[in-house]
């Protein structure tokens, strides 16, 4: 911790840093630079190392021999170039570079030039902007597919999309990819595929030189591209050969094989997913089943016990009730001493309505008297 409480760090946090703010600016990858070549070296692996300089400044670069190897020719000091690469830093020595993927000398490097003049003016209009990018449908119905007949590219794309997404329809529009006719019929197709209701549209080529991608540079096909009806993935070459086509598609495959996994979501996962659901379901119905179950010996316990106590209910009930008519038993009564009169009917006797001489019965709690009515008094 220094004396101002801000953290102290090292060497390596430091040009680790640096090499990381490089290697996420967009604006410093695939950039073209024109300059004089100085200090060239070529090593026993084949790795180029020299400098690229102007009247002003003074860079380091350096070309893997991958990359070295496919060049046209063998750079010399004081030559100008174009080369065509991404600025890296070298964190050991706190140094940054460009590392070279392609080089052309100053005449054939015009057209790089002049190509990445047009690019800067498209990418200002916002026709690369991120915002434009549209996502693509993995499920489609409809796929559409420019490229050249009987090319490799084609027969990639194609087994590849059959094998993962098999019941989506392919629409193919053959067109030359490379040639001085290659940009007409790239966008005649082009507008072809408008009028199919496709959800993603792949356009692309196998790799080949830079004069052979020319096509996919043209600036009024570029533009046609950017109003299309449906999302585009472009699958031009390989990851250095990148074209305006590429910069202005909704998505960027490096080869046509990752087009075709990039536009659709591969069968294996939706069959295996759908498994998972299945499994998961089948478990879910297993654990309701199951708590019906529980509840089920829940509620039997619970109306068992219930049942149970209406009935000692209902007992308690009928005591109470069978009680009470026995304490009010005639028969109770006269146990106690009591008698009771009655007339010959069986009617206990009213007063009122007797008079002598009527034969009245008097019960005891142990037989009857039989009388005759000698005299009424009623009070």
């Given at each position: 911790m220094s004396l101002d409480n801000r953290p102290v760090f090292t060497v390596s946090d430091v040009n680790q840093y640096i090499k990381a703010l490089l290697s996420s600016d967009e604006n410093l990858k695939f950039i073209y630079i024109k300059g004089e070549i100085s200090n060239f070296k070529m090593a026993s692996n084949g790795h180029f190392y020299f400098s690229l300089k102007d009247d002003k400044a003074i860079i380091s670069a350096m070309m893997f021999s991958s990359y070295a190897s496919k060049n046209t020719f063998t750079p010399v000091n004081g030559q100008e170039v174009v080369v065509f690469g991404s600025i890296d830093a070298y964190p050991g020595r706190g140094t940054y570079q460009i590392i070279v993927y392609q080089m052309q000398e100053v005449g054939a490097g015009q057209a790089?030039?002049?190509?990445?003049?047009?690019?800067?003016?498209?990418?200002?209009?916002?026709?690369?902007?991120?915002?434009?990018?549209?996502?693509?449908?993995?499920?489609?119905?409809?796929?559409?597919?420019?490229?050249?007949?009987?090319?490799?590219?084609?027969?990639?794309?194609?087994?590849?999309?059959?094998?993962?997404?098999?019941?989506?329809?392919?629409?193919?529009?053959?067109?030359?990819?490379?040639?001085?006719?290659?940009?007409?019929?790239?966008?005649?197709?082009?507008?072809?595929?408008?009028?199919?209701?496709?959800?993603?549209?792949?356009?692309?080529?196998?790799?080949?030189?830079?004069?052979?991608?020319?096509?996919?540079?043209?600036?009024?096909?570029?533009?046609?591209?950017?109003?299309?009806?449906?999302?585009?993935?472009?699958?031009?070459?390989?990851?250095?050969?990148?074209?305006?086509?590429?910069?202005?598609?909704?998505?960027?495959?490096?080869?046509?094989?990752?087009?075709?996994?990039?536009?659709?979501?591969?069968?294996?996962?939706?069959?295996?997913?759908?498994?998972?659901?299945?499994?998961?379901?089948?478990?879910?119905?297993k654990g309701l089943v199951n708590r019906m179950k529980e509840d089920l010996s829940s509620l039997k316990v619970d109306l068992s016990q219930s049942t149970l106590n209406y009935i000692k209910q209902e007992k308690q009930l009928l005591a109470h009730k069978k009680a009470t008519l026995d304490a009010l038993n005639p028969q109770n009564v006269l146990s106690r001493g009591f008698t009771l009169t009655v007339d010959q009917t069986g009617k206990p006797i009213n007063i009122n309505e007797t008079k002598p001489g009527d034969k009245i019965k008097t019960i005891f709690d142990g037989g009857e008297i039989t009388s005759e009515v000698l005299e009424v008094e009623a009070k």
């Open positions: 790089l030039l002049e190509l990445e003049k047009l690019k800067k003016k498209l990418q200002q209009e916002g026709l690369f902007d991120q915002s434009r990018k549209r996502p693509i449908n993995l499920y489609p119905k409809a796929i559409g597919v420019i490229t050249a007949p009987n090319s490799a590219a084609i027969k990639d794309i194609l087994y590849n999309l059959k094998r993962r997404y098999p019941i989506a329809d392919i629409y193919v529009f053959y067109s030359a990819v490379q040639g001085d006719n290659a940009a007409k019929e790239l966008l005649n197709a082009f507008n072809i595929a408008q009028t199919y209701p496709l959800d993603t549209l792949l356009i692309g080529r196998g790799g080949g030189a830079s004069e052979d991608l020319s096509a996919f540079n043209d600036e009024t096909l570029v533009r046609a591209l950017a109003a299309s009806k449906m999302p585009i993935i472009a699958c031009v070459g390989h990851e250095i050969d990148s074209t305006l086509v590429d910069f202005v598609a909704d998505k960027r495959a490096s080869t046509p094989t990752g087009a075709a996994e990039m536009a659709t979501i591969d069968q294996r996962e939706i069959i295996e997913h759908l498994s998972f659901s299945i499994q998961d379901m089948e478990e879910s119905i």
